[in-house]
């Protein structure tokens, strides 16, 4: 009896995820997803036939740390990371996650969300109260990409204490734990947390590893932007890793980097400590995006200790000409060691505004380059517009080297991920949103051969959906969802650049999520065939 397919792929050079070497077949669709998979299948009683001739077929990529939180709720089909083949997002990240929102603190959160568009949401959006809300909400969205969400630290930790900088009381512990554990119970696949950010940034080790038991307990995961990847890097990795081991749970640390010219080469030292840990059974991985720029909200520039109690009360003191005295001092100080200092890791020369609500005229302009227009010192230029627009301004940090991004991009635990803050029609985010995995398979791949075709596509398909434990995913293997990517590796390219981030991929022909088409010969469809992928505790 003749196969019925929905679609069926002929003659593709098939890279499955493994790492395994491509072999030449057809795939044969039907229901979302991958029934058959064979030198040779009859296109007889297809609906549709896709002639891949040569070009590569995978499945859909994984991005691994995605900020989409807010973006999927304006636009579900998340075109931009369609284009580049991705059909799975993680969401959650740096410890910032939609929910939980509680209504003692809810101003708080609104403003804390506007890193990632928070302006753009409406009232209706704001209501969303628990983690099984804001699913609920995705699902009926119909959204084009799966997604999976982890639950932020800051958030929970906001929803308890605000934007306090102390230690929560043993009550409070204890209903920030019932807070992860909801979400955990709601679908969450793990917790994350951003460590160099206000109020991450006033948790202790003990805190952190309160809560990731209780992620532990659901066979979760702990995703962190760790303390420090600068000067404090080892340190920061070390707390990580402990966290890890005294709770119980897989460790991904998210976008590893060295930030800092006296700080490159120290990838070397941390990438030993990360197979060491896992020689000692600590699950450790990390992912990475392949820019020697990074991108965060300005006020992250400035003492977590100034931005305590929320961007109404920081707003209002930076106007103390004292205040910004103090703030200039500990800044100069160095940190040492107890934050994050990106102004004397990058310099005012490489800190490039990208997005400035009030401001259209700094975007794409240095801190330096303003200072010196407006006859202005650069931390005035900073504590004005913080003061201003609080966390509404974006900055892109040219902080990093490219042989260390070589040196992480080779190691066998890190994946891919994107870190794209969404423009909502700015011009100049950094151009990771729209260019990152065709960036990989471009310029790291053919270009620069630090990878091989196979080990690329494996950092970006089985590696992710392994480490998360995501079920049918990640493989070209029959029973599995049908997230399929068809491109020509001859010609794909990023295109995105700082001075134009919005520039489409090129050499990507077709994308499949779930079955549907959601790229057809290089042009969006609007597939709505997404997942919200819930875990479930085993």
């Known amino acids: 009896m003749q196969e019925q397919f929905d679609l069926l792929i002929k003659n593709g050079h098939l890279i499955d995820g493994t790492g395994n070497p491509y072999y030449r077949a ?26 891949a001739d040569g070009s590569i077929v995978s499945p859909g990529f994984v991005d691994t740390h995605s900020h989409d939180d807010l973006y999927l709720l304006i636009n579900p089909t998340c075109d931009e990371k369609i284009l580049q083949g991705v059909t799975t997002i993680v969401i959650g990240n740096c410890g910032f996650s939609m929910t939980p929102i509680s209504e003692d603190h809810r101003t708080d959160i609104k403003d804390t969300l506007r890193v990632m568009g928070g302006e753009h949401l409406s009232e209706e959006d704001l209501e969303i109260r628990s983690f099984d ?56 696949w793990g917790i994350s947390t951003g460590l160099i950010y206000a109020p991450g940034n006033y948790a202790g080790t003990d805190e952190i590893i309160e809560l990731s038991k209780v992620a532990s307990q659901f066979n979760g995961i702990y995703a962190s932007h760790i303390r420090s990847e600068g000067d404090s890097l080892i340190p920061a990795l070390t707390e990580a890793i402990k966290i890890g081991e005294e709770a119980n749970i897989p460790v991904h640390v998210a976008h ?45 520039v400035l003492p977590p200790s100034i931005l305590s109690d929320g961007p109404e009360v920081f707003s209002e003191k930076l106007k103390d000409p004292t205040i910004r005295r103090e703030v200039i001092a500990e800044i100069e ?10 102004i004397k890791g990058a310099g005012f020369e490489n800190l ?81 949103f729209t260019g990152t995995f065709p960036k990989v398979l471009g310029r ?18 089985s590696l992710p959906a392994q480490t998360f434990r995501v079920k049918k995913k990640g493989l070209l293997k029959e029973g599995f969802d049908a997230d399929i990517v068809i491109f020509n590796p001859k010609t794909i390219i990023d295109k995105s650049t700082y001075e134009d981030p919005k520039q489409k991929p090129e050499g990507i022909s077709y994308v499949l999520v779930n079955g549907e088409i959601a790229v057809d010969n290089g042009k969006v469809m609007g597939a709505t065939s997404g997942k919200v992928l819930r875990h479930k505790k085993p």
């Open 444 to 461: 790291y791949v053919r270009e620069k051969g630090p990878l091989s075709l196979e080990e690329a596509i494996r950092k970006m398909t």
């Open 333 to 342: 100080k160095g940190g040492e060691g107890q934050w994050e200092n990106l």
């Open 256 to 300: 590893h980097k060295v930030i800092g010219k006296n700080n490159w080469g120290k990838s070397v030292e941390t990438l030993k400590m990360m197979a060491e840990a896992r020689a000692r059974g600590v699950e450790i991985t990390c992912d990475q995006y392949p820019y020697r720029a990074g991108s965060t909200f300005l006020a992250a």
């Open 133 to 188: 809300d804001y699913l609920r909400k995705l699902e009926d969205l119909k959204p084009g990409i799966n997604i999976l969400p982890l639950v932020g630290h800051s958030t929970v930790r906001i929803a308890v204490l605000g934007s306090a900088n102390r230690v929560p009381t043993d009550s409070e512990l204890k209903r920030m734990k019932e807070l992860v554990a909801n979400a955990m119970g709601d679908g969450a």
């Open 352 to 432: 490039v505004i990208s997005a400035s609500p009030n401001h259209h005229d700094y975007i794409g302009r240095s801190i330096a380059d303003i200072a010196k227009r407006e006859n202005k010192s650069p931390y005035d230029v900073i504590f004005d517009l913080v003061v201003e627009e609080k966390r509404g301004t974006i900055i892109i940090l040219f902080v990093m080297s490219e042989e260390d991004i070589k040196r992480i991009i080779q190691s066998p635990f890190t994946m891919i991920g994107t870190d794209g803050i969404p423009g909502f029609g700015v011009s100049k985010v950094h151009p990771r």
């Open 26 to 51: 057809d795939i044969g669709i039907a229901n979302g997803q991958i029934i058959r998979i064979n030198r040779e299948i009859n296109q007889k009683g297809s609906q549709r036939v896709i002639q």
